[in-house]
């Protein structure tokens, strides 16, 4: 690979144009709303915390990440393990009454809500508005013309044994309860080659109910838009974007957004297997018949002009960090609701982990400690700095790609006392297995790096004193079922008595 060099991973080609994607890492299912001058974009966190990212944008182009809406996930006890593919699914992101609100479906609880008077906060804790199996991709309507509020969720079969239907139920003003049982918008299967239906995002405009929803699946599906007089129906459809000739398979859910000057733009994911659902922009326009057509006449573009709004600086949301006084920047999330003492403040920089003690040491997927960023899209060099302090045999810490199979390269105290680097893996439903002899590591120190090449290939190396060496052989890093691999730090212990000790990575750098 070529030799990385700094700079934020945008879209931003700096000569008025742009590159898809526009968010080159997995946000997925994203939904996007403008607020004044101001772009808000949510994107499915699932069974992570906090969850609910909350980004910022001025052209649609450049984002930063200012938050999350979400600090625990509920019901508290359903998350205190990892569930790595459950929680959160594709919110949708809304401004009514003076208010922030997101919607989501969970799929084995129901359908939540939250809100809050400005985008950081405070947000309200989750509230259940439909309890149930298989709701999933929740997005409210308030009709600013009738006062009337509106409520569309898909399903998912896994959990309900029903799919391809969009559901819509007459909502309070409030967004707390439901005004009736609720009614089967559109049917997929009525509709010719149409499946897996999914995704919905409502809106009004001139006079219509409008629904944009993909459906044939994520890696190989469309983008529909539906349309009607009355929220009940009848629909009518059309395919506004699909692959065509391009590269850009999918392509899947997303929102519409409309800028002050008039301009619709449009955002939606593609999958991009190990590295999760990558975010695009597509420009939008309406016929002469009053639908909307995407990108250019219904495929996606690559390369584009940037919306016709002000000039902003190049930027993406943060991956490194240097953990001052011991916290860890808003990038980064547990794979469960996070319990006191796992990260502890201090006077200095560096992230210190408590070496938790699990009775499943040897496997990270099963761990709630383990504080996670996504893999970026572009190859990469990720490197850490890790000290393992802790005395307990059997401690360690390290660096991880986690997916359905990972690979972990880190420090382990051995029952003698002494430190070792060790590099161990695991396939999909295997145990985990060396990866490479492990060596010793004299200081209790190492620098750890993992290489990121073309398809989510990773090479680990670590400097234990003599300089960088390469460790074990190259790692294919895998997705979970909906969620990209991810990068990981974590510290555990075996089961026993006593705190076990703790470990301090002193920065975290990604370069390009």
Known sequence: MSAPGPGPLTGDLGDGTYRNPVLAADWSDPDVLRVGDDFYLTASSFGRVPGLPLLHSRDLVNWTLIGHAVERLEPAEAFAVPRHDCGIWAPALRHHGGRFWIFWGDP??????????????????????????????????????????????????????VKNRITGHLMSADGRELLDEGRVLIDGDRIPGWFTLEGPKIYRRDGWFWIFAPAGGVATGWQGAFRARRFHGPYEERTVLQQGGTDVNGPHQGGWVRTARGEDWFLHFQQRGAYGRVVHLQPMRWDAEGWPVLGADGVPVDVHRKPRLPEQPRSAPATDDDFPGGRHGRQWQWTANPRDGWATSHSGDGLQLACVRTPQVDDPRTLPHVLTQRLPLAPCVAETRLSLTARAPGARAGFAVLGDAYSWIGLERDTDGTVRLVHRFAERGGPERDAERPRAAPDGTARLRVEVTEGARCRFHADTGDGFRPSGPVFAATPWNWVGALLGLFAAAPDGTGPAGTALFTHFRITH
């Open 108 to 161: 084995d609880h129901g359908v939540f809500q939250v809100s809050a008077p400005e985008i950081r906060g405070p947000w309200t804790r989750p509230h259940l508005l439909k309890p149930g199996k298989g709701l999933i991709d929740a997005c409210p309507l308030w009709d600013e013309e009738t006062g009337a509020a509106y409520l569309v969720h898909a399903w998912a079969k896994s959990r309900s044994g």
